[in-house]
């Protein structure tokens, strides 16, 4: 969230700034316009579709904001979509509303937002400093909960649509070549071979013959497999990882793939594709299924997150700055971050394989987003929240209202800015140079 101090009324008006022509203006309009129509013409309509639909989750962010400021009774001065030179404003009451010309998200500007603001005496009592406890934390939470929300929204368009997703089983989609036989060869598995079951368990997650195999090296594993229409038992016995290799290859298949464990990692050499049906659900099971994903994609996201913030999390993410070509399969894709390059990529190629998969995408981003922002750090939305906490914890009955001094904070804000800012330029760098392959297959 953009939030800039508002100027205070004791100090000199600074000069007025110079307004673009109306000419300009509408030369800049013009300019987006024609751009659009031009990429749309040219074959690029998927990109900008990409590009108006991140703009409007950033906007969206910062409306959740505006919206519970003035709600909470706050002055809020300004909300902008874009930066830049102003191409058009209007006021509506105390808030001036417009369009500037570089469309990369949009801001609001609250009164007060931080002790080290100077406050005009009319506007203290609707400052945000000098707001309820509760109130703040509304506000400040707000962009995040409207991220939250839009992907609740989009996993029930999602849905109701197609219906819930079921796994039933995998099926062989190639045999993996090494230099001695797979034990899939071994155990005749061909490719069209559809699994349903794994030592007696059906199919019902995405992975499970992995998770399966990774942990049954040299043990037998009963795999139920249908061919033609007719059903039969077959044996596998996962070897480990890194006692084979690829033919020509002097590295493991351990090695090669990032794959690492203690007792060592059990494959059987094929790579499948799993089986999917769809259930129809009643409007209440929608809103649960919508809720089980955001709740999962949430998990995921934290614990990806939380590994950038270990020293084995920044070492990982040095070494595919410096081997990107390693950053998109193993431990590489684990410790990769992604930067809004990559999500525009990804929804690009969302674009040709359906819609609820586009959506979907922007249940991860959005959920994303939303974990991000909440992280206890300044300038981060929940870097204002900790303080509200902070300061409420410290506010003792009949006292006045605590306030703390967030300049001690500042050295430990830098810091986490300037690892922010390398996680940022390492996606952008690696998104640009080694974009994530298609995960759509097309």
Known sequence: MTLAPERPSTEAPAPPRPEPSLGLRLAMVGGLLLTALLACIAGYGAVVLVVATLVLVVVAHELGHFATAKWCGMKATEFFVGFGPRIFSFRRGETEYGLKALLFGGYVRIVGFTSLEQVATEDEPRSYMNQSFWKRVVVSSAGSAVHLLLAILMGIAIFWSIGEPKITGTTVAQLSVWSQPTPAQRAGLEVGDLITAVNGTPFTADGQLEQVTRFHVGDPVTLQVERDGVRRGVVVTPVDARTVTAPGSQQSIAEVDGLTAATGYGLIGVETVDQTSYVKLSPLGVVRASFDQ???????????????????????????????????????????????????????????????NYLYILVVLNVGFGIVNMLPMIPLDGGHVAIAIYERLRTRRGQPHYRADITKLLPVVYVFVAFLGFLVLSALYLDAIHPIANPFGH
């Open 294 to 356: 955001v709740g999962a994609v949430a998990t995921q996201e934290f614990s990806g997150i939380a590994r950038f913030f270990t020293p084995s999390g920044v070492s990982h993410i040095a070494a595919n700055d410096l081997h990107p070509s390693q950053s998109t399969s193993g431990t590489g894709a684990q410790y990769r971050p992604t930067s809004v390059l990559g999500f525009g990529q990804v929804l690009t190629d969302a674009t040709h394989s359906g819609w609820q």
